[in-house]
């Protein structure tokens, strides 16, 4: 007997096929649910393995923290209690500048993925530092709804990485002592000599005065170069001025052996107790003289320092080739240095350069209180 609903199909027939179809769709049903349960696993295999490996907080779009992970917890000292709803000032150590996080929060803000090495302070006052990749979570219309900081910790990499740089810094020191003590004492001695020679000579061999006048003249031009090079090898005296005095003397010793216009200017003059952090602030200002001299071929440096009350500014501008901004971070070992040191010691550099017209790089250190 046919059915209203299909004339000419048999009531079984129709069954039979009601059947079919059924089947089928919970076929696919099983499918569909095995093929997400393999996703969900997969996912949690995934989240399983870098909670393992990393360090990962999340946070919503104002920044309060939703999330943590085992390891959050613990190279911070703080439990999830205590972290979720606050945001990531509660781990703020006063290391970086202010720049340096609106920097980091302009370009999440963007949506663009912001990466950097960030030291931190835990619940009990240690630091450490973490290597930070922080993707933005957008809605439909571009804008940031939670982001994913993913860390890794590597405070031992840079524990290395600093006394390796202190170990440098102290052979450099090492050996501008001995250039300016040894080198440089047998070459006051020998030019001394000469003058003594050429007083015996002056009446009995007239012929050879000239040529002891030139040697002398030679000898002087070798102490000065030793003097330069011992100076520039362990340049700051440990005095509260003994930057400004140091950067005098680069400018000095640059224009006298690179044969530039090379000037220093204090203005007002900053003055700075800290060695450590002064030493710093050199090696990047004659990283930066260097660089202008050898890739540049400036014919015009201009070394600055000053004292702005809440921080302190060193300049550096020349007028020489300069470089396209694209490639003025990360490229090339100089500006990594430079960029390094400036890390270190919770200073912000900034590159400023115009192809074929010069590059100026300023140094912003914040006082500490």
């Not at 199909?9 to 079919?20: E, S, W, Y």
């Not at 000037?263 to 200002?285: K, M, N, V």
């Not at 396209?324 to 590159?351: C, H």
Request: overall charge positive.
């Amino acid at each position: 007997m046919a059915t209203d609903e299909y004339p000419g199909m048999a009531k079984a027939d129709l069954i039979a096929r009601i059947q079919t179809l059924e089947r089928a769709n919970a076929a696919d049903r099983q499918m569909t649910e095995a093929r997400l349960h393999a996703t969900l696993k997969e996912l949690q295999d995934v989240k399983a393995a870098l909670d393992e490996h990393s360090i990962v907080a999340i946070t919503d779009a104002r920044g309060k923290i939703t999330s943590v992970n085992t390891k959050f917890c613990a190279i911070s000292k703080y439990s999830r209690t205590e972290l979720i709803g606050r945001d990531h000032r509660v781990i703020n150590s006063g290391h970086h500048s202010k720049e340096f996080f609106r920097h980091l929060w302009a370009t999440i803000a963007l949506g663009q993925v912001w990466r950097g090495e960030i030291k931190n302070r835990a619940k009990d006052g240690t630091y450490y530092w973490v290597d930070t990749t922080i993707c933005p979570f957008l809605n439909k219309a571009g804008k940031p709804v939670q982001f994913v900081a993913i860390r890794t910790d590597i405070t031992e990499r840079k524990r290395l990485e600093m006394e390796l740089l202190d170990i440098s810094d102290r052979e450099q020191r090492r050996i501008g002592r001995d250039l300016h003590d040894g080198l440089g004492q047998r070459l006051t001695a020998l030019e001394l000599f000469s003058h003594t020679l050429l007083d015996q000579l002056r009446n009995r061999v007239p012929a050879s005065v000239k040529q002891f006048q030139l040697l002398g003249g030679e000898l002087r031009a070798a102490i000065r170069q030793v003097r330069a090079l011992s100076h520039g090898l362990s340049p700051v005296a440990p005095e509260a001025e003994g930057l400004m005095h140091a950067l005098q003397q680069l400018a000095e010793s640059t224009t006298e052996l690179a044969r530039v216009d090379c000037r220093f200017t204090s203005e007002p003059p900053a003055l700075l107790a800290d060695a450590t952090t002064a030493t710093h602030l050199y090696r990047i200002a004659q990283e930066a003289v260097n660089n202008a001299l050898k890739h540049g071929k400036a014919k015009k440096i201009r070394l600055s320092l000053a004292d702005h009350g809440d921080r302190v500014e060193l300049k550096v501008d020349d007028d020489g080739r300069g470089f396209p901004m694209p490639a003025s971070r990360g490229n090339g070992i100089g500006l990594r240095v430079m960029q390094y040191r400036a890390d270190l010691i919770g200073a912000a550099l900034e590159f400023d350069s115009v192809p074929r017209q010069g590059v100026a790089i300023t140094c912003s250190l914040r006082k500490r209180p």
